[in-house]
């Protein structure tokens, strides 16, 4: 990546952090469209997963889990360290976060919301602790 993506990746990653979900999507959208490669399905996995989370919030219940399950094909092919990232601890966040929704029996589920607390974030390898 040149440092121009490089710093749109970044950008893209922080906005998905501080749960400005639709903002993530823009941004990392342009990205995509410019790479190639297994790097292009791995962001369009993270791009999944910020619109399944932005409509997770919004009660688009079945948006939410069908983009949930089209961003975790897209993503359980990475190695678990994937364009500086910790992408494992992502994804066991992530199922965490969506577990109430995809378990849920109802067609119309009136019991589930998504919890602020569960929101995953998307750690860069260098500020693991």
């Keep these: 990546m040149s440092a121009a993506e490089t710093e749109q990746y ?9 749960e400005e979900f639709f903002e993530c999507h823009d941004v990392l959208e342009e990205l ?6 297994p ?8 791009i999944q997963a910020a ?15 069908k983009l949930y ?3 975790r094909k897209l993503l359980d ?24 929704l995809l378990t849920n ?3 119309y589920p009136t019991t589930v919301a998504l919890q602020d607390e569960l929101v995953p974030k998307i750690r860069w390898l260098d500020q693991r602790g």
């Design 10 to 18: 970044r950008e893209g990653i922080r906005l998905f952090n501080e």
């Design 32 to 37: 995509w469209a410019e790479t190639d490669g």
């Design 39 to 46: 790097e292009k399905k791995f962001i369009q996995g993270v």
């Design 51 to 65: 619109i399944s989370l932005f409509h997770f919030g919004n009660e688009n219940f079945g948006g939410a889990k």
């Design 69 to 71: 399950i089209t961003a």
């Design 77 to 100: 092919v990475h190695p678990a360290e994937t364009m500086g990232i910790a992408l494992g601890d992502f994804l066991v966040d992530y199922e965490h976060c969506f577990r109430e």
């Design 105 to 107: 029996t109802e067609a």
